[in-house]
């Protein structure tokens, strides 16, 4: 089963976790851009998105795909 995903454009050009998010892709999920997600705070720590219309932030790539992970569709 596939996850909606959405990055805000601005966390994903500051935290460079495109390569991520292209993995994702390939495991079938639908990854969008959107121009804010009105998370400024959080999203200016590290790199976050929404999943299924969950907020999710990290302090790193490796943290944000452990986030991932537990919260994917199996």
Known sequence: MSAVI???LRNLQ???HGTM???LVEEGHDVSLS???NQCVGCRRGPSLSID???IGAADE???RNELDAKLPK
């Open 21 to 23: 998010l292209d993995q």
């Open 35 to 37: 121009h804010c997600l």
């Open 6 to 8: 959405v990055v805000c």
């Open 62 to 64: 490796a943290a944000l």
């Open 53 to 55: 219309g969950s907020w």
């Open 14 to 16: 500051e935290n460079r």
